[in-house]
C-alpha cells in the first residue's frame, strides 16, 4: 500500500447539510481503516444528540469555539483544543464563533459512509445554501445514521433548555 498524501488544496469536497466536509483520509486508505475529515461550520451549526455505536470520534478545533457536549457534560473547545466522544456516549455540538474549521477523526467506515450518502459534490467553495431539513429529511437523516452504526437520541444541543454540567 503506498501513502495517501492530500495537500492543503486536495481531499474531496463536499456539501454535508449545512457544512463543507473535505475528505482527507478514508478509512479505505490505510490498514486502521481511520477516517479524517475536515468541516467548515456556520454559526449555530448543531447536530442533533447521537450516538455511535462503533467508533469513537474525535474532534480537533482548527479556528472557532465549539461548545461540545459529551455524556452529560458541556466542554468549550477552541483553537488548538481536541476532544473525544466514546462510542455509546451521547453527543452533540454547536458552533458558538462566527463559524468554525473542525477536524474529525473516526476508525471505521461508518461515520465516512454517512457523511458520503448523506452530502453532495460542492459546486463551488465555501459553505451550501443554509436551510433547515424538513421532516422527511430529518426521517431519511435518522434512517442513513441507523443503517451506519449512528443513533439520534435527542435534539440539537441549541434547542435543549436547562444546561448539562460544565466541566
Same mark, same amino acid.
Given at each position: 500500500m503506498g501513502v495517501a498524501l492530500i495537500n492543503r488544496d486536495g481531499g474531496e469536497m463536499r456539501w454535508f447539510l449545512g457544512s463543507a466536509i473535505r475528505f482527507l483520509v478514508s478509512a479505505r486508505e490505510g490498514n486502521d481503516g481511520l477516517c479524517v475529515v475536515e468541516h =467548515? @461550520?456556520?454559526? *449555530?451549526?448543531?447536530?442533533?444528540? =447521537?450516538?455511535h455505536h462503533h467508533e469513537d470520534e474525535v474532534f480537533v478545533v482548527l479556528y472557532g469555539t465549539l461548545r461540545l457536549e459529551?455524556? *452529560? #457534560?458541556?466542554?468549550?473547545?477552541q483553537a488548538g483544543d481536541a476532544a473525544v466522544a466514546?462510542? *455509546?456516549?451521547? =453527543?452533540?455540538?454547536?458552533?458558538?464563533?462566527? *463559524?468554525?474549521?473542525? @477536524?474529525t477523526i473516526t476508525r471505521g467506515h461508518d461515520f465516512e459512509s454517512m457523511l458520503r450518502s448523506l452530502s453532495r459534490p460542492a459546486n463551488r467553495p465555501g459553505l451550501p445554501p443554509q436551510t433547515a431539513p424538513d421532516a422527511d429529511a430529518m426521517a431519511?437523516?435518522?434512517?442513513? #445514521?441507523?443503517q451506519n452504526g449512528i443513533e439520534l437520541v435527542g435534539p440539537p444541543l441549541s434547542d435543549r433548555q436547562g444546561g448539562p454540567e460544565i466541566v
Open positions: =467548515h @461550520m456556520p454559526h *449555530g451549526d448543531a447536530p442533533p444528540l =447521537h450516538l459529551v455524556g *452529560g #457534560c458541556t466542554h468549550y473547545l466514546p462510542k *455509546g456516549v451521547p =453527543h452533540s455540538y454547536v458552533v458558538e464563533s462566527d *463559524g468554525a474549521r473542525v @477536524m431519511e437523516i435518522a434512517e442513513t #445514521c441507523r
